[in-house]
């Protein structure tokens, strides 16, 4: 079923219904209602009639009703009044029987003890009455029995009036809902069609131009803006993953034109085996050279992509493992290296891939600090969030470079002639993000770089 329909349906239709429903459960309570009232009035005028039947002069039987100085007033809906001898024979009548009318059969009154008998009579001509009969006694003991009979027409015509209202109240409720389901269903068609149509696009991989964003504020535009997010990290994650690419391509082609550039040398003439050999260094050296790089670019898939095993530990212990095995190649170097750091920095972490990372800040801090330098290794707890900073005394990083630095392959320009492929920066800042942190340069150092990498203290979910 459409949403047009099933709004029409949920929206219009079954609230009409239901309220019809319970217009015409109010009109047969009402109608009830008012025949109790009905009830309660010819009991309280048969009270008042049965009390005053023989204080006339003599004692003479009599209705008030009849000798009543409102009698027109009041005759369109007083109630008749009979009254009858105890054989049954009527004694009078209020209003008085108009000629060539029928005699009313006779009725016994019961005992005088008798409770008031209420009914509903059907006259011949299909008009309803309601009727009360009291057993009366006179001071003499004679017994009589006094018949009122009011009539349900005016009950029944209140109830239609009702009904009449009710209904064209329910009919014009029921056409303004529709109306306002139907501008609703279609507004809200619409921005569903938007969404379905972002989303076609996003599964045909359709990612060039930016998603239509749906300017509510409610779930719908919560959802559409939801999905414009994501074909945004989509559409960026792609970009990435083709200048990832050309860039790798790039880095193969250099190593390779270079590998048949010597075989061709090798292979144009004769040569003797010493300048063979030095054909096969050169090959195996761009070799190796091809081989790191595939290795950095394994390291940098399994960052990203790579299944952790991420569990409680101690930072510092991790950054004192680090240190250590970059003491080697310092002292190789003529650097020093020094840690500061608590004695106990609890967080949840993938050792792994976080050893990785920091050793890639010192492999880079060992790269470009000259000799005698020193480099710094610093962790802090800073608002829930752990900082380890590695500061060396190179020359530093221009500022118009500090973000672009964690780009794939991205090099500063003075960091051409030293080895590497210009990943490791990138490495550094996948396994931050998927710790649910962050890598960057800290631009308060003054002279050289540090490469700062923050990971929350708290369990956090993978980005």
């Known amino acids: 079923m459409k949403l047009t329909r099933r709004l029409w349906l949920h929206g219009a239709l079954v609230p009409a219904l239901a309220t019809l429903c319970a217009l015409v459960v109010a009109g047969q309570l009402f109608r009830v209602d008012l025949e109790h009232a009905l009830d309660r009035a010819l009991l309280a005028q048969a009270a008042v ?27 369109p809906f007083a109630p008749q009044g009979y009254l009858y001898q105890a054989d049954g024979q009527l004694v009078m009548r209020y209003p008085p029987v108009p000629e060539g009318a029928p005699e009313e059969p ?31 006694r006179s ?31 329910a009919a014009v409720m029921g056409l303004l809902l529709l109306a306002v389901q139907t501008t609703l269903a279609r507004r809200m068609a619409r921005r569903l069609e938007a969404i379905t149509l972002n989303l076609g696009r996003l ?28 074909m945004a990290r989509v559409r960026g994650a792609r970009e990435a993953q083709e200048r990832l690419v050309a860039d790798t391509a790039h880095e193969l082609r250099t190593p390779l034109a270079l590998m048949r550039t010597s075989m061709d040398l090798a292979l144009r003439r004769e040569r003797g085996a010493d300048e063979l050999r030095a054909s096969l260094r050169d090959a195996r050296a761009e070799v190796d050279r091809l081989a790191v790089l595939a290795d950095t670019l394994l390291d940098m898939a399994s960052a990203g992509r790579g299944a952790w095993d991420r569990k409680k530990g101690d930072l510092g212990l991790v950054l004192a493992q680090a240190v250590e095995g970059a003491r080697a ?35 880079n801090a060992l790269k470009f600090s000259p000799e005698g330098g020193e480099i710094g290794v610093r962790l802090t707890l800073d608002g829930g969030r752990y900082r380890v900073g590695v500061a060396d005394s190179g020359p530093g990083i221009p500022v118009s470079e500090r973000e672009a630095v964690f780009e794939p392959f991205h090099r500063v320009a003075d960091a051409e002639s030293r080895p590497g492929v210009g990943l490791g920066l990138a490495i550094v800042r996948e396994v931050a993000r998927r710790h649910g942190g962050r890598a960057y340069v800290d631009a308060a150092v003054g002279q050289g770089t540090q490469v700062v ?5 708290a369990p956090r979910a993978e980005g």
């Not at 049965?50 to 009041?74: N, R, T």
């Not at 017994?143 to 009011?150: E, H, M, W």
């Not at 020093?336 to 990372?357: C, N």
């Open 329 to 363: 190649e310092a002292e190789r170097r003529g650097l020093l290296v020094h840690l500061e750091a608590p004695d106990r920095a609890e967080a949840w972490f993938d050792a792994g891939s976080l050893r990785q990372a920091v050793d890639n800040l010192l492999s």
């Open 203 to 230: 599964r045909e991989g359709d990612l060039a131009a930016p998603p239509e964003v749906d300017p509510g504020k409610d779930e719908i535009g919560q959802l559409s803006a939801a999905l414009a997010e994501a």
């Open 453 to 457: 990498l923050e990971l929350p203290s």
């Open 106 to 136: 006779p009725r016994v009154p019961d005992s005088p003890d008798g409770e008031p008998v209420l009914a509903t009579q059907v006259s011949a001509d299909g008009n309803r009455w309601r009727e009360v009969f009291v057993n009366v």
């Open 49 to 75: 009639e049965s009390v005053s039947l023989f204080d006339g002069p003599g004692q003479k039987v009599h209705l008030h009703m009849a000798v009543s100085p409102l009698v027109e007033q009041v005759r």
């Open 139 to 169: 001071p003499d003991g004679e017994r009589y029995g006094l018949r009122l009979l009011a009539s349900l027409g005016q009950v029944d015509h209140s109830v239609a009036s009702y009904f009449r209202l009710a209904l064209s109240m």
